[in-house]
């Protein structure tokens, strides 16, 4: 920290006027120039006694960087500096086999500093990066010095300048994945007489990082063409898309009409079966619309159980899993339950809670991701047509809107209705979209493979 972070009753003004004086005598200035200018200062205002109270005193150096947005808010998400240190880790050291060495103007390795091992540690540098103090563990840049002389012959400026390059470049994409403007949407229809919509929400993306539920209404054309081809593809997946470039957030607020097509998917191809054009959509009530920022996430998967919103009517019931944490899965169904006390349609109608006992959440979590959903075509996935689970019912009474954590905790909620619910065929599985990053350089599983390639010809080479 800095002296005058140290001090008691430090103000803002306080830190910012020592970090200018820093920038000003000594980032700018040779160490001749430093020496030079305090042979001319009084005793008490040498810029070589500040130097000694910087910085650590050993020399391997732990560091952390933040971005901001283009109107110069500062970034407060945890996960969001975190995202930032990986990119510029993975610019800043061997990421993949393909990377050239050499091409690396220098290297840096990183480490985290564990919420539960660091604590009031931990959070007093997210305070100080300006980011929230919430459960999150904090990823830092490392550098280990080397040389006594790393201030001499211009060094130390010429690897600032290439690290200012790299985090320039890397700050462009943090704030493109930050972009809350309008965008194309896509939605899951379930239901025949009365059909809702579920956002296909992506973590990566802010301006799809939001588990989205609403009621709609079709124009009458459009529902009586969306219900023949309900009839004739009981089994399909429907899927909406908006035409024109939306704001979820005003969809849900304002209760607007806009126009979409319906796509009519079989998991057997990639091409749709049919596509229902040009309809008016009109969004009735908000169900749920909760952010999926990191922030907001739970600090463990659930264990026990796995939790789902039940909303629907009791001729029409609906299912969609929560979203706690990240990585996740989406798991869509229509389904019966047979319980012994009816469940208050008023509940229903705002979305209800749903425990699926004996599923172990935590011990599942996280599912594998392909882009082809194989998970959804597997004979023995756990959630499949026809699947029967014990449950609990409760009422969730929390807004639309309410944030994490804590959405699922239902400790001290009283039991609505128990029975038995049994998966219908309107099944959608996802754990692809929902965790890509569309700006990840090299996919996930793509550089294990290509890492593990390597090792292998290693292997071979030294038997």
Request: net charge negative; hydrophobic share 35%; aromatic share 8%.
């Amino acid at each position: 920290m800095l002296p005058s972070e140290l001090k008691e009753n430090s103000t803002p003004e306080d830190v910012e006027k020592e970090r200018q004086e820093i920038r000003d005598r000594v980032l700018t200035k040779s160490n001749e120039e430093i020496v030079n200018e305090d042979s001319k200062r009084p005793d008490d205002d040498k810029t070589m006694a500040l130097l000694r109270e910087l910085g650590s005193d050993l020399n391997i150096n732990a560091f952390s960087i933040n971005w901001r947005y283009r109107d110069g808010t500062l970034n407060e998400e945890v996960e969001e500096a975190n995202y930032f240190v990986q990119r510029v880790i993975e610019r800043l050291s061997v990421d993949s086999p393909e990377d050239d060495p050499i091409s690396i103007p220098f290297y840096l390795t990183s480490t985290t500093f564990l919420l539960h091992e660091y604590g009031q540690c931990a959070q007093n540098f997210k305070k100080r990066l300006g980011l929230v103090q919430d459960q999150s563990d904090l990823m830092v840049l490392r550098n280990v010095v080397m040389s006594p002389w790393a201030t001499d012959k211009d060094f130390l400026s010429s690897l600032t300048h290439e690290f200012k390059k790299v985090m320039v470049e890397e700050v462009e994409v943090c704030r493109k994945r930050n972009d809350i403007s309008s965008d194309y949407h896509k939605f899951l229809i379930q239901g025949t007489k009365s059909p809702y919509l579920v956002h296909f929400p992506m973590f990566h993306l802010a301006r799809h990082r939001s588990q989205f539920i609403a009621k709609i209404d079709i124009d009458s054309e459009g529902l009586k063409s969306y219900q023949e081809a309900k009839s004739k593809n009981p089994s399909a997946t429907f899927i909406l898309a908006t035409r024109a470039k939306e704001n979820l957030g005003d969809l849900s607020t304002n209760k607007k009409t806009f126009k979409a097509n319906i796509e009519i998917r079989d998991s057997s191809s990639k091409k749709p079966l049919d596509t229902l054009k040009n309809l008016s959509i009109t969004i009735t009530s908000t169900l749920k619309d909760r952010s999926l920022k990191a922030s907001h996430f739970d600090t463990t998967y659930p264990s026990g159980k796995m939790p789902f919103y039940l909303y629907g009517s009791h001729h029409e019931l609906n299912i969609d899993h929560i979203l706690l944490r990240s990585p996740n899965i989406q798991l869509s169904a229509n389904v019966s339950i047979e319980t012994k006390d009816t469940i208050p349609p008023e509940i229903l109608a705002k979305g209800a809670i749903l425990f699926a006992k004996g599923i172990e959440e935590a011990a599942m979590q996280p599912f594998p991701a392909t882009e082809d959903n194989a998970l959804a075509r597997e004979s023995d996935f756990f959630f499949r047509a026809g699947q029967k689970f014990e449950v609990q019912v409760f009422e969730d009474k929390k807004t639309a809107d309410a944030t994490g954590p804590g959405l699922a905790d239902m400790a001290d909620a009283k039991v609505l209705a128990e029975g038995t619910m049994t998966v219908g065929k309107d099944v959608y599985v996802d754990a692809y979209a929902l965790n890509k990053d569309p700006f990840e350089r090299v996919e996930g599983e793509e550089k294990f493979r290509k890492w593990k390639k390597v090792f292998d010809r290693i292997e071979q080479e030294m038997r």
